[in-house]
C-alpha cells in the first residue's frame, strides 16, 4: 500500500511516499544523500529523480518540494 508519511530529519519535516517498507536508517542515508546532490536547494516547481544506494539496495528517488518518493529496486 502506497502511504504518505510524515517524516523528521535534521529538524526539518518531509513528506515520503513509499510503497514497500523501508528502515529509518535507509530514509535517513537517502535523505542525506538528497541534501548533499543539493536535491532542496532549488525552489523551482520542478521534480527531479535520483538514485540512491544503501545496503546494496538501489532506489529511485523523486523529490518534488518537501515530497520524497521512494520506489526500491
Known sequence: MIEK????????MYNIIVKDDISFDALHHIIDVLIDQGAFVCEMETSDLYTVVYEDVRYTVGVDGIDIMIAGA
Open 5 to 12: 508519511i510524515p517524516f523528521l530529519h535534521r529538524k526539518k
